[in-house]
């Protein structure tokens, strides 16, 4: 029921803490002695308007606070599927772990399996839908590497595969 209720209040207070945050520490940065424009230039703007945006979001949230604080109080919250969160977030750990010694290739494919297995419906957990899902991430998998491979010459970790 609170975060229902406060959900975006909280959340945009959070990100204008944040946004401040790395304002400030942007500022600490060093100045460049060959441009105008030092490192702390992108780091001020995108904080900058992530400040402006959670501030907006703070006021809308206060006045639709305000408006429909009565109508929330008598309501019942519908039940959250917290394992499903909890599962997400225990993968997305496992992939950031062992993304650099197994590789991108490999852990990038378990992952999103994995993950869309988590997410996806009861009813969609035939066996024809899991192949399609497979499908789906080995061509994502493959398109993000060679994208990133050769598209922007940025090498993503091989791990155990080599190509």
Not at 13 to 40: C, E, N, R, T, W
């Amino acid at each position: 029921m609170f975060f229902k209720k406060y959900g975006d209040i909280v959340v945009s207070i959070f990100f204008m803490v944040i946004s401040a945050i790395v304002i400030i520490m942007a500022m600490q940065l060093p100045k460049s002695q060959v441009m105008d424009i030092g490192p702390d230039f992108m780091p001020i703007v995108i904080s900058s308007i992530s400040f402006i945006l959670a501030a907006v979001l703070l006021i809308q949230s206060l006045r639709r606070f305000k408006r429909n604080a009565a109508e929330l109080e008598g309501k019942t919250l519908p039940q959250y599927d917290y394992k499903r969160v909890i599962l997400s977030i225990i993968l997305v750990l496992i992939y950031v772990c062992i993304m650099q010694p197994v590789g991108f290739i490999v852990s990038t494919l378990a992952y999103l399996i994995l993950q869309m297995l988590v997410l996806a419906p009861e009813d969609k957990r035939s066996k024809k839908d899991i192949i399609l899902l497979v499908v789906i991430s080995i061509i994502f998998t493959l398109a993000v590497y060679f994208l990133f491979r050769y598209g922007f010459k940025i090498l993503m970790p091989t791990g155990i595969l080599a190509l």
